[in-house]
Structures are given as C-alpha cells and as structure tokens.
C-alpha cells in the first residue's frame, strides 16, 4: 500500500513565524502536490512538482513556497505565517503519468492554527 | 471555466436506505472524473474514478457512480447506506491543460441509524 505521511497533525504557530510542512511518499512517486482544505472551499491546489527540484505553481500560491530536494519529500514552507493561512494542510502523491489523470494518494493532512 | 459541483452541502439518509451524493461538471473534451472520501481528522481516500467505457464505474466500499454525458453528471450512489459511511466526499475532475485536479467544495454524508 502507498503510504504519505505528514510530519505533524496539529501545529500552533505565531504570525510572522517561519512554518516548515514536510511530507513523504514511500512508493517512489513522481508527483507530489499540496492543497490546503477550506470548509466551503474544498481542496485548492497551493504548489506541486513532478521531479526532484521541479515545481509548478497551483492556484494559490501565494504566502506560500515548496522544496523537492528528495524525490520522496516534498515541502511546503510559509515563510511569514498569517492567520489567514490557518487551515487543513493535505500533501498528496501519483504514479508517473499526467498528474491530474492519475489516483492522488493522500497523507492524513496537518491543521494548522494561527495565533 | 472547467469545473466540477457539488450542488449539496449536506445530505442525510436513514440506514438501510439508497444514498446519491450529486456531482456535475462542465469540463471540455472527455473529461477523467473521480470520487475521494474524507472520514473526519484523516487525509483523503480514492473511491472510483471514470476514464472511459462504462459510464457505471463500481468502487470501493460498495459505492458506485454513473456518467451521464448528456447531463454532464458523474453522482456518486450506494444502494444500502452504513452509518460508517458518514464522511464528506469529494468529486474531482481533470482540466484540460492543467496538471491537477479541480475539487468540488464537498458534500457531507450523514447516516442516521
């Protein structure tokens, strides 16, 4: 079975903080994604990459910025937390292929809180 | 623009009884269609998917979805509802010269026992 695991389920942090959200695939996985969960919203694609050191900008990137150092970890960094970033946190994996054509495995997501 | 909807926010259905989560979508071409599931505090789960063929598409945990072109609808059903089938179901499409998917705002399933 794909795994994806997220390094944390819950963060509190300050605004102005610097905010670190990793993921890992274990199935050698070339695209990788991360969306943040809004209720009313759904899902909303922040950036994704499909190679090692490859990313594209989803639809709200924003406030937002992404590392692909490994091809097995992908992550999400808020380099200034705002509290508008408050929300759920979901990393997301696909076999090779045409990312939007193929089974997206998701990790257990991370909510975030900002105070 | 392409996108897919979930015209329900909400959805209750007593135990034992056929369950349908609606989605529509308006993307171009032939679109790929799925259905995700959410139990609450996990990550998403894929149920089906429609790539072409059979527009009845069976997935996991007995649910099923039918593609209906002319009304450009792809609903998710299940004859039988289970309360642990409560969750929020998300229906997803491909968008043409993108590389992601487009989500629906999600439905929450209720089961009542």
């Known amino acids: 079975d794909v795994k994806v695991t997220q390094s944390s389920r819950y963060l509190v942090k300050r605004t102005g903080e610097k905010v670190f959200l990793e993921c890992v695939q274990d199935?050698?996985?070339?695209?990788m994604f991360w969306y943040r969960q809004d209720p009313g919203l759904g899902l909303r694609l922040i950036y994704f990459s499909y190679d090692v050191k490859m990313k594209e900008k989803g639809d709200i990137p924003e406030g937002y910025s992404v590392s692909r150092e490994k091809k097995e970890r992908f992550s999400l960094i808020l380099e200034s937390a705002s509290t508008n970033q408050t929300s759920m946190y979901l990393c997301?994996?696909?076999?090779?292929?045409?990312?939007?054509?193929?089974?997206?495995?998701f990790g257990p997501g991370t909510r975030l809180l900002v105070l | 623009a392409q996108s897919v909807a979930q015209p329900e926010d909400q959805v209750n259905v007593a135990e034992g009884n056929p369950l349908t989560v609606k989605c529509t979508y308006s993307?171009?071409?032939?679109?790929?269609l799925f259905w995700y599931v959410q139990y609450p505090n996990r990550g998403l789960q894929f149920l089906l998917k429609?790539?072409?063929?059979?527009?009845l598409v069976k997935g996991s945990y007995g649910f099923e979805a039918e593609f209906n072109k002319s009304q450009t609808s792809f609903h998710l059903k299940k004859p039988s509802a289970l309360v642990s089938d409560s969750a929020l179901y998300f229906c997803?499409?491909?968008?043409?010269?993108?590389?992601?998917?487009?989500f629906g705002t999600g439905t929450r399933l209720t089961v009542i026992p």
């Open positions: 993307v171009s071409g032939n679109p790929y």
């Open positions: 997803a499409s491909d968008q043409t010269g993108a590389n992601n998917l487009f």
């Open positions: 199935m050698d996985h070339e695209n």
């Open positions: 429609y790539i072409t063929g059979d527009n």
């Open positions: 997301a994996s696909t076999e090779p292929g045409t990312g939007r054509r193929e089974t997206q495995y």
